[in-house]
C-alpha cells in the first residue's frame, strides 16, 4: 500500500510540474472591450510579474489550477483577484469590481508568445547590440564569449551555471522575444536590440533550471 501511494503522489507532482512549466497566456480589456496596457499581472509575488502591452496581452509561467491572478490598473489601489479555477488562458473583461472571465483556446495555443518581459528575481547581465557588434563577431554565441561571468561557450556546449546535472542537459533555454527556439542560427547581428542572460530562469519552470539566454530583436522590442 505505502507502495502504491507513493507511486500516486509521484504521479500527481510529475502532472503539476508540467503544468507548471506551461505558458498562461492573457488578456485585459475594459468594459467596452477596449485593450488595457501596462496592467500589472502577477500570481503570489508582486516582484515577479508581467506587463500587458499594447493590444493587452501577458503571459506568465509557473500558474497553477488553484492560484489567483492579481491584476493592478492604473488609478486603482487594489488589485483585482481572479481565480484560474483550471483555465489555461484567460480574457478578462474589467468592470467594476466584478471581472468578466473567458477561456480562449487560441490564446493557449500560442505558446510562449506572450511572456516576454515578466520580472525575475534572478541575477541577469544584459549586453547591447551595439556592445556585441563591436566584438567582430558574425552570430550572437560567439559575440558572448567573455561577456557574462560564469557563462560558458565552447563548440561542443553552452553552461552557464556549471555542470549541475551528470545526466540530463545542461544547456540553457534560447529565447527570441519571448518564444523559446532550438538555436539563435539565423539571427542577424545587426537586427539584435539587447541580450540578456539569466543565471536563474525559474520563470520558465523546470526548463529554466539551467538558467536562459534571451534574445529581443528591434522589431520585437518596439512592439
Do not use: W
Not at 41 to 51: C, I, L
Not at 94 to 106: F, Q, S, W
Amino acid at each position: 500500500m505505502k507502495r502504491i501511494f507513493l507511486i500516486i503522489c509521484i504521479a500527481v507532482l510529475a502532472i503539476v510540474s508540467v503544468n507548471a512549466d506551461e505558458p498562461f497566456n492573457g488578456i485585459i480589456y475594459d468594459a467596452q472591450g477596449n485593450p488595457i496596457k501596462n496592467a500589472k499581472v502577477y500570481v503570489n509575488d508582486s516582484r515577479r510579474y508581467a506587463t500587458s502591452d499594447k493590444m493587452g496581452r501577458f503571459g506568465l509561467t509557473n500558474v497553477l489550477p488553484d492560484d489567483t491572478i492579481h491584476v493592478l490598473v492604473k488609478k486603482r489601489k487594489y488589485p483585482y483577484l481572479i481565480p484560474v479555477e483550471n483555465r489555461k488562458s484567460m480574457k478578462i473583461f474589467l468592470a467594476d469590481e466584478n471581472p468578466r472571465v473567458e477561456e480562449d483556446e487560441e490564446l493557449v495555443n500560442f505558446g510562449y508568445g506572450f511572456v516576454k518581459r515578466r520580472e525575475y528575481l534572478g541575477t541577469s547581465n544584459g549586453i547591447s547590440g551595439e556592445e556585441l557588434l563591436r566584438t567582430g563577431r558574425s552570430d550572437i554565441m560567439s559575440a558572448l564569449v567573455g561577456k557574462v561571468p560564469g557563462l560558458d561557450i565552447t563548440r561542443s556546449r553552452v553552461t552557464i551555471r556549471g555542470e549541475s546535472s551528470l545526466i540530463g542537459s545542461n544547456e540553457p533555454l534560447y529565447i527570441v522575444d519571448g518564444n523559446i527556439v532550438a538555436s539563435f542560427n539565423g539571427i542577424n547581428l545587426h537586427d539584435v536590440d539587447h541580450v540578456e542572460v539569466l543565471k536563474d530562469a525559474s520563470i520558465y519552470g523546470s526548463r529554466g533550471t539551467n538558467g536562459a539566454i534571451l534574445v529581443f530583436t528591434k522589431t520585437g522590442v518596439s512592439k
